[in-house]
């Protein structure tokens, strides 16, 4: 049996950072090192389901059914069924991070040592101000988001913390100068 090159090169990049194509995303992703099942599709209502907790997360069960025509027994059932699918990771509040006293935010990319994913992770984790933790490809291998009390903490954080991980080889930072969020049912921010 013949291989495709691409798939060669999938298995060994999925293979260089911890995980392989019989775990599916596997421990990077999914937290755990068991098979990630198969999703089970969505349909028109679950969809708007997700909408609207997406625009409000603190929708009540009534309000989520009459807005998707349903009963609240089946609006219930299905939000958790989302949540036991994986589907809704969780509950939380968007910040204004400059209102919360987080006005620098930056976003810091690193290049680090091959096989080394789950421990960069697990001390970026660790990182006060990190928000946001990827696995990527092309010119570096991971992107963090920070948000800090000022471009002073900004520095020694990436200074002194990342550049102090062991696996970590080289970091560069882009700080933001603004942020939009995308979530359904945000109103843009009203600065200028």
């Known amino acids: 049996m ?10 060994q990049m999925a293979d260089s950072f911890g995980r392989g194509p019989e775990t599916g995303y596997g421990e990077g ?20 389901i997700l909408r609207i907790l997406q625009s409000d997360g603190r929708a009540s069960i009534r309000s989520v059914a009459d807005r998707v025509h349903v009963s609240r027994a089946n609006a219930y059932a299905r939000i958790n069924r989302l949540i036991d699918d994986g589907v809704i990771r969780g509950f939380g509040a968007r910040i204004d991070h400059e209102r ?33 933790i990827a696995l990527v490809s092309g010119d570096f291998d991971v992107l963090l988001l920070v948000h800090t009390p000022d471009n002073r903490t900004l520095r020694e954080l990436v200074l002194t913390r990342i550049q102090a991980i062991p696996e970590v080889l080289s970091t560069r930072t882009l700080l933001v100068f603004e942020e939009t969020d995308l979530t359904p049912g945000t109103p843009p921010p009203d600065r200028e």
């Open 29 to 48: 992703y999914g937290g755990g090192t068991e098979p990630v099942a198969a999703a089970r599709p969505l349909d028109s209502i679950d969809r708007d």
């Open 2 to 11: 013949t291989e495709r090159r691409g798939d060669v090169e999938a298995e």
């Open 100 to 132: 919360a006293g987080q006005g620098a935010s930056a976003y810091v990319t690193l290049k680090i040592v091959q096989n080394s994913w789950r421990t960069v992770r697990e001390q970026l984790q660790e990182l006060p101000g990190a928000t946001h």
